[in-house]
């Protein structure tokens, strides 16, 4: 059963791994990754995710720093739904209406698609303006933007 877990997996990633040059050998190693602080932050970079300190803090909030139920369940480290109208890297939408993914990297993956469609046609240079444009269609929590602030390296 875990070799066919394994095997979709693989096969899954290479179907939907177009965000770099990657190599049938990174896309195995991907099933190695563990998560943790350091390769969350490379992942987010390698996958050239736009404003990445922002979306590095927002993973730390959304997943609990690693510990929340979406995120142990669902490898979910962003709270993001099962998207109904984009292209995602989600398997399927769990529970909770959660989206759920084959392994943590694929959470990353899929926030570079949202960011794709949610930026499109946007003039969002700077990091404020992205916290504010996060404010207004990310998080129901009107203080969102104010918790992932405490997350963000001082400057």
């Given at each position: 059963?875990?070799f066919k877990?394994?095997?979709?997996?693989?096969?899954?990633?290479?179907?939907?791994?177009?965000?770099?040059?990657?190599?049938?050998?990174?896309?195995?190693?991907?099933?190695?990754?563990?998560?943790?602080?350091?390769?969350?932050?490379?992942?987010?970079?390698?996958?050239?995710?736009?404003?990445?300190?922002?979306?590095?803090?927002?993973?730390?909030?959304?997943?609990?720093?690693?510990?929340?139920?979406?995120?142990?369940?669902?490898?979910?480290?962003?709270?993001?739904?099962?998207p109904r109208?984009?292209?995602?890297?989600?398997?399927?939408?769990?529970?909770?209406?959660?989206?759920?993914?084959?392994?943590?990297?694929?959470?990353?993956?899929d926030?570079k698609?949202?960011?794709?469609?949610?930026?499109?046609?946007?003039?969002?240079?700077?990091?404020?303006?992205?916290?504010?444009?996060?404010?207004?269609?990310?998080?129901?929590?009107?203080?969102?933007?104010?918790?992932?602030?405490?997350?963000l390296?001082?400057?």
């Amino acid at each position: 059963m875990k070799f066919k877990i394994i095997l979709v997996t693989v096969i899954l990633t290479l179907i939907t791994n177009n965000f770099s040059n990657r190599t049938l050998y990174d896309d195995m190693n991907f099933l190695c990754k563990r998560i943790s602080p350091s390769n969350l932050y490379q992942e987010i970079l390698e996958s050239d995710v736009k404003f990445p300190e922002v979306v590095f803090a927002q993973a730390l909030l959304e997943s609990g720093n690693f510990t929340s139920n979406v995120f142990k369940e669902e490898n979910n480290l962003f709270g993001m739904k099962y998207p109904r109208r984009r292209k995602t890297t989600s398997l399927e939408e769990g529970d909770t209406g959660y989206a759920n993914y084959v392994h943590w990297t694929h959470s990353v993956y899929d926030y570079k698609l949202w960011q794709n469609q949610t930026l499109r046609n946007k003039e969002i240079k700077t990091q404020s303006e992205y916290l504010k444009h996060l404010g207004r269609v990310y998080a129901e929590d009107k203080n969102y933007v104010k918790k992932l602030k405490g997350f963000l390296p001082r400057t």
